[in-house]
T-cell receptor
Framework: EAGVTQSPTHLIKTRGQQVTLRCSPISGHTSVYWYQQALGLGLQFLLWYDEGEERNRGNFPPRFSGRQFPNYSSELNVNALELEDSALYLC???????????FGQGTRLTVV | SQQGEEDPQALSIQEGENATMNCSYKTSINNLQWYRQNSGRGLVHLILIRSNEREKHSGRLRVTLDTSKKSSSLLITASRAADTASYFCATDGYNTDKLIFGTGTRLQVFP
């Protein structure tokens, strides 16, 4: 069974640009979580989607947004990129909120 | 803001020794999970312990949960060099239902 897949693996963008990151959850999982992990730091909660709806978001500006599609895959969009957006962006999926969350390998975003 | 905080921030031990990491959290939880992260890549799920459980084992891993102290510990017995990684606890709060991670413990196991 395929795990959580994220694309792309690495990305380099210029300050001010926009980026879209993609996540495919494990089959049967309806919850998708997005996290930002700056170099050497812990995971900061970004967004949680379940059954196609945004259920919760972390303390990030509105230029961080996303959506979940009917097949439960998800996109994370970041507009007007800033240098400090450089980080590893991790996606996780779970069957529901009381079960284990499984992570993808992440997308390494570098903003120059 | 972080819900959990791991202690210590970093730990270095020799192969064969036991490693203990602690996690403290702030609010009531449904469950607590421990994850491992190698070299800044994706996280690997280790153990989930529910709020009504006190101890759980998986291979060389032992997790305890004390809800009265809002704390958990992860014990890795007979450590190996391959255990070198960052370890995070994550909590799923009653009122938030979002999975919040602690700051992590960097474990280095020397051969």
């Amino acid at each position: 069974e395929a795990g959580v897949t994220q694309s792309p693996t690495h990305l380099i963008k210029t300050r001010g640009q926009q980026v879209t990151l993609r996540c495919s959850p494990i089959s049967g999982h309806t919850s998708v979580y997005w996290y930002q992990q700056a170099l050497g730091l812990g995971l900061q909660f970004l967004l949680w989607y379940d059954e196609g709806e945004e259920r919760n978001r972390g303390n990030f500006p509105p230029r961080f947004s996303g959506r979940q599609f009917p097949n439960y895959s998800s996109e994370l969009n970041v507009n007007a990129l800033e240098l400090e957006d450089s980080a590893l962006y991790l996606c996780a999926s779970s069957f529901n909120t009381n079960t284990e969350a499984f992570f993808g390998q992440g997308t390494r975003l570098t903003v120059v | 803001s972080q819900q959990g905080e791991e202690d210590p921030q970093a730990l270095s031990i020799q192969e064969g020794e036991n490693a203990t990491m602690n996690c403290s959290y702030k609010t009531s939880i449904n469950n607590l999970q421990w994850y491992r992260q190698n070299s800044g890549r994706g996280l690997v799920h280790l153990i989930l312990i529910r709020s009504n459980e006190r101890e759980k084992h998986s291979g060389r891993l032992r997790v305890t949960l004390d809800t009265s102290k809002k704390s958990s510990s992860l014990l890795i017995t007979a450590s190996r060099a391959a255990d070198t990684a960052s370890y995070f606890c994550a909590t799923d709060g009653y009122n938030t239902d979002k999975l919040i991670f602690g700051t992590g413990t960097r474990l280095q196991v020397f051969p």
